[in-house]
């Protein structure tokens, strides 16, 4: 199932959360997967780079482990539906 998909899931028993997070950490375990640099990059607003505001998180596992893992699964939707080939 694509991250479109995904994100229309039921909110109420956790469906969209689990599959969002399995989703995004499989696409972590692949080789093809961004770089962690740039996928952390990724999380910094245009504030947070111009004050020089540090990243909210440092690793793959904090994104996992936080709610960032919604905003990477919708940044980077494209390449993970690709790199998984759910399409």
Do not use: G
């Amino acid at each position: 199932m694509n991250i479109y998909d995904q994100f229309h899931l039921s909110v109420e028993n956790d469906e969209r959360k689990n599959a969002l997070l399995n989703t995004v950490t499989t696409w972590f375990a692949h080789e093809d997967c961004t770089s962690e640099e740039d996928i952390i990059e990724s999380l910094r607003s245009m504030d947070d780079v111009c004050s020089n505001r540090p990243a909210p998180v440092s690793t793959k596992e904090e994104i996992l482990n936080s709610d960032h893992f919604y905003d990477i699964a919708f940044k980077f939707e494209n390449e993970i539906n690709n790199t998984l080939q759910l399409n």
